[in-house]
């Protein structure tokens, strides 16, 4: 199976085209048909924030108004049925059976769910207007885990940006439904930030409890300052559970200095990070936790999401790594917010610098003008 999570255009957001962010998937797509053409496999994509255009924006009020979607997806066809096609069309996600390369299903009932985090892309000023679910995203998605459940099957879920970059309000939603269907969802994969890395989901109701993998990345351009990576993963044929991720990269100073590019095995998870049980969300909290503690792994751990470009850092921003790691939109114990304005709003560090951070600022005030559509209450809360 072949994983495809979106951003596809070069991005040089300020001078392209509908029809040039277009064509790149156009092309993309192609190429691919044709490199595997004579193998057996299956292909499941989605598109990311710079597939359509302008760069993040897409409006989600009414269907099959996106040029970009709309005329790429028939591309697709060849790799999604009728109905998947007819529903990426709406809006930009769709569901699929989970199908092997033979055309068998390893588990009857089970989907690959492929979602548009445009709809939670808070630089996507649509939104604004369309606050509780653009295109009814979400609620496609619960009731798409609720007849999987019903069938018996399992989830594999893949987007372009993670559910903790996403709109606050937009990721705590998601966050409960990956919770009620934490037996049917296996795994979520990513991109959006060119890195390699996890993500771990924790529950609301219990925030010291692990109960979801997501695989971000990694991406295969340069852009910005790392080598081009891919990711391997071993998934168990009978539970569909990941049980080991590598990562494979092309050096770009070593290919150009000997004319030959040559893909290696940089990154073996089970082996490189002592996971000796596999890759369950407790086994990778307890990674997270090393880096939290052993300023040594974690900057070797930082080295690493770039894929080994230039020289291994001097720290490994312990903190601000385990919460990424570790942390979703209602974070856990540990990764808690700060009580002081200034930090959640990003004018100053955790500790206590002047720190302007725009990014984290922008966030904020989206999230505040975006309201409070999801009301988060303790389990222990009474009205």
Same mark, same amino acid.
């Given at each position: 199976?072949? +994983?495809?999570?979106?951003?596809?255009?070069?991005?040089?957001?300020?001078?392209?085209?509908?029809?040039?962010?277009?064509?790149?998937?156009?092309?993309?797509?192609?190429?691919?048909?044709?490199?595997?053409?004579?193998?057996?496999?299956?292909? /499941?994509?989605? &598109?990311?924030?710079?597939?359509?255009?302008?760069? #993040?924006?897409?409006?989600?009020?009414?269907?099959?108004?996106?040029?970009?979607? $709309?005329? +790429?997806?028939?591309?697709?066809?060849?790799?999604?049925?009728?109905?998947?096609?007819?529903? +990426?069309?709406?809006?930009?996600?769709?569901?699929?059976?989970?199908?092997?390369?033979?055309?068998?299903?390893?588990?009857?009932?089970?989907?690959?769910?492929?979602?548009?985090?445009?709809?939670?892309?808070? &630089? $996507?000023?649509?939104?604004? =207007?369309?606050?509780?679910?653009?295109?009814?995203?979400?609620?496609?998605?619960?009731?798409?885990?609720?007849?999987?459940?019903?069938?018996?099957?399992? @989830?594999?879920?893949?987007?372009?940006?993670?559910?903790?970059?996403?709109?606050?309000?937009?990721?705590? %939603?998601?966050?409960?439904? *990956?919770?009620? /269907?934490?037996?049917?969802?296996?795994?979520?994969?990513?991109?959006?930030?060119?890195? &390699?890395?996890?993500?771990?989901?924790?529950?609301?109701?219990?925030?010291?409890?692990?109960?979801?993998?997501?695989?971000?990345?990694?991406?295969?351009?340069?852009?910005? #300052?790392? $080598?081009? =990576?891919?990711?391997?993963?071993?998934?168990? @044929?009978?539970? *569909?559970?990941?049980?080991?991720?590598?990562?494979?990269?092309?050096?770009?100073?070593?290919?150009?200095?000997? =004319?030959?590019?040559? !893909?290696?095995?940089?990154?073996?998870?089970?082996?490189?990070?002592?996971?000796?049980?596999? *890759?369950?969300?407790?086994?990778?909290?307890?990674?997270?936790?090393?880096?939290?503690?052993?300023?040594?792994?974690?900057?070797?751990?930082?080295?690493?999401?770039? %894929? +080994?470009?230039?020289?291994?850092?001097?720290? =490994? $921003?312990?903190?601000?790594?385990?919460?990424?790691?570790?942390?979703?939109?209602?974070?856990?114990?540990?990764?808690?917010?700060?009580?002081?304005?200034?930090?959640?709003?990003?004018?100053?560090?955790?500790?206590?610098?002047?720190?302007?951070?725009? #990014?984290?600022?922008?966030?904020? !005030?989206?999230?505040?003008?975006?309201?409070?559509?999801?009301?988060?209450?303790?389990?222990?809360?009474?009205?």
């Amino acid at each position: 199976m072949f +994983f495809w999570t979106g951003d596809n255009s070069a991005h040089n957001v300020w001078s392209n085209t509908a029809e040039e962010v277009t064509n790149y998937t156009i092309n993309i797509t192609e190429s691919v048909k044709e490199i595997f053409g004579d193998e057996s496999i299956v292909v /499941y994509p989605t &598109q990311g924030n710079h597939d359509t255009w302008p760069v #993040n924006v897409e409006d989600f009020s009414l269907p099959n108004i996106n040029y970009p979607i $709309n005329t +790429f997806k028939s591309h697709w066809a060849g790799w999604l049925d009728d109905e998947a096609i007819e529903k +990426f069309g709406e809006y930009g996600f769709y569901s699929t059976t989970l199908k092997l390369s033979d055309g068998s299903e390893p588990i009857p009932g089970s989907k690959v769910i492929a979602l548009n985090t445009q709809t939670c892309n808070d &630089q $996507n000023w649509f939104i604004l =207007g369309q606050r509780n679910d653009p295109g009814n995203q979400l609620d496609f998605l619960e009731s798409e885990l609720s007849v999987i459940e019903q069938a018996g099957g399992i @989830a594999l879920i893949i987007q372009h940006i993670q559910p903790r970059n996403c709109q606050i309000q937009y990721g705590a %939603r998601f966050q409960a439904l *990956m919770e009620r /269907y934490q037996h049917v969802v296996r795994f979520g994969l990513m991109g959006h930030t060119h890195d &390699q890395y996890y993500q771990l989901t924790n529950s609301i109701s219990d925030n010291t409890k692990n109960i979801g993998l997501n695989q971000i990345g990694p991406s295969v351009t340069t852009n910005s #300052n790392e $080598n081009p =990576g891919f990711a391997v993963l071993d998934i168990d @044929a009978e539970t *569909m559970l990941i049980t080991n991720v590598e990562i494979w990269a092309l050096d770009i100073e070593k290919a150009n200095a000997s =004319g030959e590019a040559k !893909w290696e095995l940089v990154i073996d998870y089970v082996q490189d990070y002592g996971m000796g049980d596999g *890759m369950s969300p407790d086994s990778l909290y307890e990674v997270a936790e090393k880096i939290l503690d052993d300023e040594e792994f974690a900057a070797q751990y930082q080295w690493g999401r770039s %894929r +080994f470009v230039g020289n291994k850092p001097g720290h =490994g $921003n312990q903190k601000s790594t385990f919460c990424m790691l570790t942390s979703s939109s209602v974070p856990n114990s540990v990764c808690a917010p700060s009580t002081e304005d200034e930090v959640a709003m990003g004018f100053i560090d955790a500790q206590k610098n002047w720190n302007i951070d725009i #990014n984290k600022i922008r966030s904020h !005030w989206f999230d505040w003008i975006v309201g409070n559509w999801v009301e988060i209450v303790s389990k222990h809360a009474s009205k």
